[in-house]
């Protein structure tokens, strides 16, 4: 934190076009765009105002007028000190309304003595009978009945050098005819604004990408994708399985240097096994006091900052350096420092037909529907089969492409289901619950909450898993397989038609058939005995029990029996139910079984020569000795 004693920002904020909406009644910000705006002098005025119509303010400003009687000028976020509409509600002058662009004083000649300052106002007259409302999206086209409705004035100040004012002139140009047309912005607070960074760059010249979303209903970062480049660190990727933490923090009580952080930190990891040296990264952009301009996540506005000194954020490795019982001896920290950073918005949560599918992925966007699909740019498509009493929202993921499907926490005990991937999966949305999933095979992965999936596959097996949070698993309904991703921080337990399969994280899984004792129908094992027990490893239109290895057979703890020099294991091909299909039949170690009295289920898993962990399962009767 002691970096930050030395940082200063220059922080602008520019404009971004994003998508519009159908339905002013949803507007938070309109922004107004002036169009057709023209001086006497022949020069125009191009840009915008963004105006927020729950609290009535101008809250951002980018407004050019060309070169002519006056200089060219920009009123912007930074030197437009006053920026309003004034009503005229008691009819006490001419106008109907004006708006207010002006600029503070400033001191060109550095004596003090000759100041100057600038304003555009905007006016409405009375006699026009138009009522410029800027809470409603419609255009307003404004003419002159008579000289003009509006000027550009730069005033210059003849001061003595104690402040009095000795006059002043003015230079002024007026205007000729306005043009404003809306465009809305910004949907109820109820919207999800994606933070893409473009222009972000570390000062060894590595760069930051990807995107994180921010819910502006509960200030949540809910969804990150951000990847920093190799350099002084190596690359590394902020996702929703390694990001523990995630957020961002306002210094409202004026503790600190900085005015905000937006924090992106992972938990500790332990690369080389020995739990004393686990190590810890972070992520961090940095708004200081300085530029006393808010960095607000929930205001669709660019935010470009660029440091006039030292550094705007880091990106920070930690390496603890701890006893064999966890006490601290020391550690070090390996960090490089955040050259320029750009977030651009963009609103993905745009719904026109208010059906809980944003625009981007609804299959009918004007038309409220069930379905939704990001194809052609993506492979991911499904169908809401029932909302239940969820406050439901289906969105557009870029990387990885797929879709993100939200249930906000205020919904009720009635789940949502959502059928995906050509009805490979169904999945079960309660309160709270962020799900992403990507077709080609079925991948899920469980952002908050625990999302109930049921798994169908081509023949028609059926699966069922709850995946609990930053753990994602994918399916492959051809295949009726499981593979969970290496960054799962817990396993997952799949049951598939009542068998049981348990997958550790980066394990791909399958449960299969297996016949304990092929031939009786109680499978009766006294545990001293000192013999074998068969085993019937099943094929399927799906599976293939000729694949499995032999030597990773285990049965509840015991393997194949081995014999002679070169210790083979008793297996051998044979249809083993007579279905036409080559089964597998080992001969298991009894002596070897780790099993209790009592047992009813023996487990068996295995690998293929593919790579791929099968389980079984099979009743079992202990028998006393």
């Not at 303010?57 to 200089?71: K, M, P, Y």
Request: glycine share 8%; proline share 5%; net charge negative.
């Amino acid at each position: 934190m002691n970096v930050l004693n030395k940082q200063l920002i220059k922080l602008s904020i520019c404009a971004l076009f994003i998508f519009g909406f159908s339905s002013p009644a949803l507007a938070d910000i309109i922004r107004w765009h002036f169009s057709d705006t023209t001086f006497h002098d022949g020069t125009s005025v191009t840009g915008y105002f963004d105006y927020d119509t729950s609290s009535g303010d101008i809250i951002s400003r980018n407004i050019t007028t060309q070169n002519g009687n006056l200089t060219a000028y920009t009123y912007n976020n930074l030197n437009n000190n006053s920026s309003r509409q004034e009503v005229d509600t008691n009819n006490a002058f001419g106008f109907e309304s004006i708006l207010h662009f002006e600029t503070p004083r400033v001191d060109p000649d550095g004596t003090g003595t000759t100041p100057q300052d600038r304003w555009l106002w905007v006016i409405n007259p009375d006699s026009t009978n138009i009522t410029l409302d800027l809470s409603q999206a419609v255009t307003y086209t404004l003419q002159p009945l008579n000289g003009n409705f509006g000027y550009e004035n730069i005033r210059y100040w003849n001061l003595t050098p104690s402040g009095e004012l000795i006059d002043y002139s003015d230079t002024t140009r007026y205007l000729n005819a306005v043009t404003l047309i809306p465009e809305i912005i910004s949907t109820n607070t109820q919207g999800i604004i994606r933070w893409g960074f473009s222009g972000t760059t570390f000062y060894d010249g590595t760069s930051v990408t990807g995107y994180f979303d921010y819910d502006t209903s509960s200030g949540d970062i809910i969804n990150r994708n951000i990847t920093t480049q190799d350099g002084d660190l190596s690359t590394y990727n902020y996702n929703n399985l390694n990001n523990t933490v995630s957020w961002q923090e306002v210094d409202t009580n004026n503790l600190y240097i900085f005015e905000s952080l937006i924090h992106f930190q992972t938990p500790r990891v332990d690369p080389d096994g020995t739990g004393t040296t686990p190590q810890d990264r972070l992520l961090w952009i940095i708004n200081p006091d300085s530029t006393n301009i808010k960095l607000d996540l929930s205001q669709a506005v660019t935010y470009t900052l660029e440091p006039l000194n030292v550094a705007i954020g880091y990106e920070n490795i930690r390496y603890w350096n701890l006893t064999s019982s966890g006490e601290l001896i020391d550690y070090y920290d390996t960090t490089r420092y955040l050259n320029a950073v750009t977030l651009n918005p963009e609103i993905i949560t745009i719904d026109d037909d208010d059906d809980r599918i944003s625009n981007r992925v609804d299959t009918e966007p004007s038309t409220p529907s069930s379905a939704f699909s990001d194809i052609p740019d993506g492979t991911t498509g499904g169908e809401i089969i029932d909302n239940g009493d969820q406050e439901l929202m289906v969105m557009d993921i870029p990387d990885p492409e797929g879709v993100m499907m939200i249930a906000r926490s205020t919904g009720g005990t009635n789940p949502a289901t959502v059928s995906v991937c050509g009805g490979s999966a169904n999945i079960t949305l309660t309160p709270g619950d962020i799900v992403i999933v990507t077709c080609g095979s079925v991948t899920l992965t469980a952002v908050k909450g625990t999302a109930g999936a049921t798994f169908i596959g081509n023949d028609g097996t059926n699966a069922n898993a709850n995946i609990n949070e930053r753990n994602e698993v994918t399916f492959d309904p051809e295949t009726v397989s499981f593979k969970t991703a290496a960054g799962n921080f817990a396993p997952i337990v799949v049951t598939v038609n009542g068998h049981k399969i348990t997958l550790k994280p980066g394990e791909t899984g399958k449960a299969i058939m297996i016949d304990i004792q092929p031939g009786s129908a109680v499978n009766s094992i006294n545990l001293s005995s000192s013999g074998v027990i068969p085993l019937g490893i099943l094929s399927s239109a799906n599976f293939d029990a000729t694949t499995v290895l032999p030597e990773t057979v285990n049965l509840n703890g015991a393997g194949v029996k081995l014999v002679g020099k070169s210790n083979k294991s008793l297996c051998h091909e044979e249809d083993v139910n007579h279905d036409g299909l080559t089964d597998l039949l080992c001969k298991i170690l009894t002596e070897e079984l780790l099993i209790e009295p009592g047992t009813s289920i023996a487990v068996m898993k295995a690998q293929t020569i593919n790579g791929l962990t099968i389980h079984g399962e099979d009743h079992v009767n202990i028998v006393p000795d």
